[in-house]
């Protein structure tokens, strides 16, 4: 089973600045395989990002997909106060699908 | 609008079993590949099964295969997961969602509220 680590566990910020989070797989994942969520609390997940870089419909363009190396990365832009939630980044392979632990994204 | 509605969760005793359903309104459903993922209390997403758009196929996580089952009524626009031997670990806010139509791309694009099953005596 694949297994997806996602760094940090949390990002403490303020609103106006830049988030990087990072996903990293054990085994190697198809860019067209990885996905990113934002949880709030009581809420069910919303959908980001979808191959890794595409914004899946609705998803404002402050936030972006990317891969470097290893390593998967969602940025925002510039944080809004509705953007402090919990993201998951999600993958499939060999049949299974698995989620990262989730990075979570606190107001400083 | 494209909706699903989660129904069926409670509390059962371990041991027992329970059957989830998912109604799907606003879209194809017949078109779309169907998960469910579950969240037990204050922990993350965990992904458990998904199904064929026909129902022909299905997988699961490892940690319920051979107790879970899951199937769709296309007729119906419904998807269903049954759950046998239910143990307290399976504690947990259960979410059907739809995947994408998108080819070659494996993101879940609609999610329901989530239906709450508690397993405990």
């Known amino acids: 089973e694949i297994v997806l680590t996602q760094s940090p566990g949390t990002l403490s910020l303020s609103p106006g600045e830049r988030a990087t989070l990072t996903c990293r797989a054990t085994?190697?994942?198809?860019?067209?395989?990885l996905a990113w969520y934002q949880q709030k609390p009581g809420q069910a997940p919303r959908l980001l990002i979808y191959?890794?870089?595409g914004r899946a419909t609705g998803i404002p363009d402050r936030f972006s997909g990317s891969v470097s190396g290893p390593d998967f990365i969602l940025t925002i832009s510039r944080l809004e106060p509705e953007d402090f939630a919990v993201y998951y980044c999600?993958?499939?392979?060999?049949?299974?699908?698995?989620f990262g632990p989730g990075t979570k994204v606190d107001i400083k | 609008e494209v909706q699903l509605v989660e129904s069926g969760g409670g509390l059962v005793q371990p041991g027992g079993s329970l059957r989830l359903s998912c109604a799907a309104s606003?879209?194809?459903?017949?078109?779309?590949?169907m998960h469910w993922v579950r969240q037990a209390p204050g922990k993350g997403l965990v992904w458990v099964s998904r199904?064929?758009?026909?129902?022909?196929?299905?997988t699961y996580a490892d940690s319920v295969k051979g107790r879970f089952t899951i199937s769709r009524d296309n007729a119906k626009n419904t998807v269903y997961l049954q759950m046998n031997s239910l143990r307290a670990e399976d504690t947990a806010v259960y979410y059907c969602?739809?995947?994408?139509?998108?080819?070659?791309?494996?993101?879940?694009?609609?999610w329901g509220q989530g239906t709450t099953v508690t397993v405990s005596s």
């Open positions: 969602a739809r995947e994408q139509l998108l080819s070659g791309n494996y993101g879940m694009d609609v």
């Open positions: 199904i064929h758009r026909d129902g022909s196929s299905s």
């Open positions: 999600q993958q499939y392979g060999s049949s299974q699908f698995t």
């Open positions: 085994e190697s994942v198809s860019s067209s395989y």
């Open positions: 606003g879209f194809s459903f017949s078109s779309h590949w």
């Open positions: 191959g890794a870089s």
